[in-house]
């Protein structure tokens, strides 16, 4: 059984980075592909970007400037890091993983339980 | 990027009631479409995927239609754990996008 669990700080400041993991159990982080996906409080999710252990992420145009992504195979983790937040970037924020082949592709029926992230001084 | 539109934002129903929620996207998305149920502090939970798949273990009562621009999702007798945040999401091109979702609630 998949399973994915976020970690990480639930504070950040204005103006700093904010640093997420995501421990995966019960698959590989050396195939299909691995999101984070956020969610502001009372609106939609939307997709940060993906990132496969080969090849190079992708990310959403809104956010590319300011995201990270990496893979740690050893450990069957991967990680977010979001430079210089504001208020705005406040939201429960998820790792999810891809249906793969049999779904098309991009839908996500694996998710981790989400964390808060609140932005303030 | 392509958006995803949900209309209404709201929807009050009753158990027992057939209940359909749309989803209209702003270019062509073929069938490279989810559909998720979400309740309060909770993950999203997929439901439907290319547009009219039932993702295994969810009940037969959901059911998706829709190609192209418009998407449908149709519960067919509401039970009382239906009542959620529901979202449609593409999966066409990127960045993938979600609607803003449809509240379900007991009239």
């Known amino acids: 059984q998949v399973q994915l669990q976020e970690s990480g700080p639930g504070l950040v400041k204005p103006s700093e980075t904010l640093s997420l993991t995501c421990t995966v159990s019960?698959?590989?982080?050396?195939?299909?592909?691995w999101s984070w996906i956020r969610q502001p409080p009372g609106k939609g999710p939307e997709w940060i970007g993906y990132?496969?252990?080969?090849?190079?992420?992708d990310y959403n145009p809104s956010l590319k400037s300011r995201v990270t992504f990496s893979v740690d195979t050893s450990k069957n983790q991967f990680s977010l890091k979001l430079t210089s937040v504001t208020a705005a970037d406040t939201a429960v924020y998820y790792c999810?993983?891809?249906?793969?082949?049999?779904?098309?592709?991009?839908?996500?029926?694996?998710w981790g339980q989400g964390i808060l992230v609140t932005v303030s001084s | 990027d392509i958006q995803m539109t949900q209309s209404p934002s709201t929807l009050s129903a009753s158990v027992g009631d057939r209940v359909t929620i749309p989803c209209r996207a702003s270019?062509?998305?073929?069938?490279?479409l989810a559909w998720y149920q979400q309740k309060p502090g909770k993950a999203p939970k997929l439901l439907i995927y290319?547009?009219?798949t039932l993702e295994s273990g969810v009940p037969s009562r959901f059911s998706g239609s829709g190609s192209g621009t418009e998407f449908t999702l149709t519960i067919s007798s509401l039970q009382p754990d239906d009542f959620a945040t529901y979202y449609c999401?593409?999966?066409?091109?990127?960045?993938?996008?979600f609607g803003q979702g449809t509240k379900l609630e007991i009239k």
């Open positions: 999810a993983r891809e249906g793969g082949y049999s779904y098309g592709g991009g839908s996500f029926p694996y």
């Open positions: 999401q593409q999966y066409n091109s990127y960045p993938y996008t």
């Open positions: 290319k547009a009219s």
């Open positions: 990132v496969y252990f080969r090849g190079s992420p």
């Open positions: 270019q062509s998305i073929s069938n490279w």
């Open positions: 019960g698959a590989s982080i050396s195939s299909n592909y």
